[in-house]
């Protein structure tokens, strides 16, 4: 299952938290439980920002 961190909108402040479209979240949070709906995976080979 995905997490937050595979989301191209994940922006890491640690490595266990960071930002999601300005919402605080775990880096390891199920993607399902995303709190803006809008998680988007990675592509392969996209570089992470």
């Known amino acids: ?5 595979d ?3 994940y922006k890491p ?3 266990d938290t960071g930002l999601c ?6 880096a390891d949070q199920d993607s399902e439980e995303c ?7 990675i ?3 996209e570089k992470e920002k």
């Open 43 to 45: 592509k392969k080979g």
């Open 1 to 5: 299952m995905p997490v937050c961190k």
């Open 21 to 26: 479209s300005g919402h605080m979240v775990s």
């Open 7 to 9: 989301c191209r909108y």
């Open 13 to 15: 402040i640690d490595t």
């Open 35 to 41: 709190p803006t709906n809008s998680f988007q995976p």
